[in-house]
T-cell receptor, first 111, second 115 residues
Framework: GENVEQHPSTLSVQEGDSAVIKCTYS??????FPWYKQELGKGPQLIID?????GEKKDQRIAVTLNKTAKHFSLHITETQPEDSAVYFC??????????FGAGTRLTVKP | EAQVTQNPRYLITVTGKKLTVTCSQN?????MSWYRQDPGLGLRQIYY???????DKGDVPEGYKVSRKEKRNFPLILESPSPNQTSLFFC??????????????FGPGTRLTVL
């Protein structure tokens, strides 16, 4: 089955700087790669996703890039703000619709 | 309001006492899923369902049962809970587009403690 690794586990940046979180996956058949943001006491919320037929997708300050050959995908947050502080999870599908998540990255944006 | 609801939100129980955590969605989603979240391990999928009467094992199904008799409900059943099932559980739902799942919407979570 799929194995998703996520790095770093914690990330601290200054407000206004960029943040990058990277994930690798093992199943070459995976074709759906979502990113979730989880705030304290809440369930994860999708912030952006990408499918394997696309190399990059952007939504305002958030972008995701996918390298299928290397089996890795990354989340990029530009002009970070304190409200971006949360735990971020990457995920990839395995065997169709069995979702596998990374261990999470705790992002802290210092004002 | 479109949402996924879970009940109870918090539960403390004892080893061996059967329990059910309910999950309901009002978005007419075909796909529903259960995850457990543990520190350092992220979210691990327990079971998922592509539609009514169709369920499949996820990454960590041992010790859990599910059923999908109606499209909106997907209860998680622990027949004989054990302390290693102490965790935070999330239910999620999604549309299916061309046999692939779309955006998953998560419930607020159920924190379970098994003594």
């Amino acid at each position: 089955g799929e194995n998703v690794e996520q790095h770093p586990s914690t990330l601290s940046v200054q407000e206004g700087d960029s943040a990058v979180i990277k994930c690798t996956y093992s199943d070459s058949a995976s074709n759906y790669f979502p990113w979730y943001k989880q705030e304290l006491g809440k369930g994860p919320q999708l912030i952006i996703d990408i499918r394997s037929n696309v190399g990059e997708k952007k939504d305002q300050r958030i972008a995701v890039t996918l390298n299928k050959t290397a089996k890795h995908f990354s989340l990029h947050i530009t002009e970070t703000q304190p409200e971006d502080s949360a735990v971020y999870f990457c995920a990839a599908n395995s065997w169709g619709n069995d979702m596998r998540f990374g261990a999470g990255t705790r992002l802290t944006v210092k004002p | 309001e479109a949402q996924v609801t879970q009940n109870p939100r918090y539960l403390i129980t004892v080893t061996g006492k059967k329990l059910t955590v309910t999950c309901s969605q009002n978005m007419n989603h075909e796909y529903m899923s259960w995850y457990r979240q543990d520190p350092g391990l992220g979210l691990r999928q327990i079971y998922y369902s592509m539609n009514v009467e169709v369920t499949d094992k996820g990454d960590v199904p041992e010790g859990y049962k599910v059923s999908r008799k109606e499209k909106r409900n997907f209860p998680l059943i622990l027949e004989s809970p054990s302390p290693n099932q102490t965790s935070l559980f999330f239910c999620a739902s999604s549309l299916i587009s061309g046999s692939l799942i779309d955006t998953q919407y998560f419930g607020p979570g159920t924190r379970l403690t098994v003594l």
